[in-house]
């Protein structure tokens, strides 16, 4: 299983602003990520979220950045793409991915990564934090995001003060 030795992470991100990026296909799929993505915003005690929904994942790039240049501490995009009989998983998985790096590496905001790319539609439902699935990417995904967040804060922070080395 992918999720063997996650570790297990958690944040306090009271005060963050969190915006959710999420496809509209796979509504049982989705469903799934973003309860997990909220469950682990409000245990973080983010109280500051808003949910943007993208016509599909090849459109979460673009929304995300939208979101981040807006003033959000974090980004969390979900969405989930399954294979099919022609390129077109290739081409949409790439695309997605490497525009939500580039979205954090331009614009310096954490993008919590939560999309699935899967061979099969059991495969997604497996990593959609539904009941009886074997892993929660949603909310690893958000918490991936406010764990970077605050890692940054304290670079920042540290940066600021003066502090270097060890």
Partial sequence: MSGHGAPSLSVDADGARVVVVAS?????????????????LSDAGVTD????????????????QAAARSGADAVVALGVII????????????????????????TGVPVGFGLLTCDTE???LDRAGLPGSAEDKGREAAEAALVTWRALDGLESSKKSGRTGF
């Fill in 49 to 64: 979220v808003e949910v943007v929904r993208a016509p599909g994942s090849f459109e979460l790039p673009i929304i995300a």
């Fill in 83 to 106: 294979r099919g009989g022609t390129p077109h998983f290739e081409y949409v998985s790439a695309a997605a991915t490497d525009g939500l790096a580039r979205v954090a590496l331009d």
């Fill in 24 to 40: 509209s296909w796979h509504d049982q799929v989705m469903d799934g990520l973003l309860a997990g993505t909220h469950a682990a």
């Fill in 122 to 124: 059991e495969q997604a």
